[in-house]
Nanobody, 121 residues
C-alpha cells in the first residue's frame, strides 16, 4: 500500500501564493515520477506540473513562470509553489505519483485525496 497526503491548500486572493506539499509513504522501492494535477468543477483532471525523479519540472502553459515544482527524494515528497495565483487556478489539486513497489516490479500510479485551492478575484 502507498499513501499520499497533500497539504497546503486554502483560500487566497488573486495575486497571492500557496505552497502545496505531498508526502508519499508505504511500500515504496522507488518513485519514478511525481506530479500535481488540478480538477476544476465540471472539468477533467489536468496536469499542472510534473517532475521525473532527479529531473526538471514540466508545466502546463497556463502556469509557466508562476508555479514551481520541486521534490525531496530522501523524504518522498513533492512540492508546488504557486505564485501570482489567478481565479482560474482554483480547483482541487491532486498529487499523483508513479511508485515502483519492489525490484523488477512495474511502477503504479497512486493518487492523494486532494486539497482545495480557492482564488478570489
Amino acid at each position: 500500500q502507498v499513501q499520499l497526503v497533500e497539504s497546503g491548500g486554502g483560500s487566497v486572493q488573486a495575486g497571492g501564493s500557496l505552497n502545496l506539499s505531498c508526502a508519499a509513504s508505504g511500500s515504496i522501492f522507488s518513485i519514478n515520477y511525481m506530479g500535481w494535477y488540478r480538477q476544476a468543477p465540471g472539468k477533467q483532471r489536468e496536469l499542472v506540473a510534473g517532475i521525473m525523479s532527479g529531473g526538471t519540472g514540466n508545466y502546463a502553459d497556463s502556469v509557466k513562470g508562476r508555479f514551481t515544482i520541486s521534490e525531496d527524494n530522501a523524504k518522498n515528497m513533492v512540492y508546488l509553489q504557486m505564485n501570482s495565483l489567478k481565479p482560474e487556478d482554483a480547483g482541487v489539486y491532486y498529487c499523483g505519483t508513479d511508485v515502483q513497489p519492489g525490484v523488477a516490479r512495474p511502477p503504479r500510479r497512486h493518487w492523494g485525496q486532494g486539497t482545495q485551492v480557492t482564488v478570489s478575484s
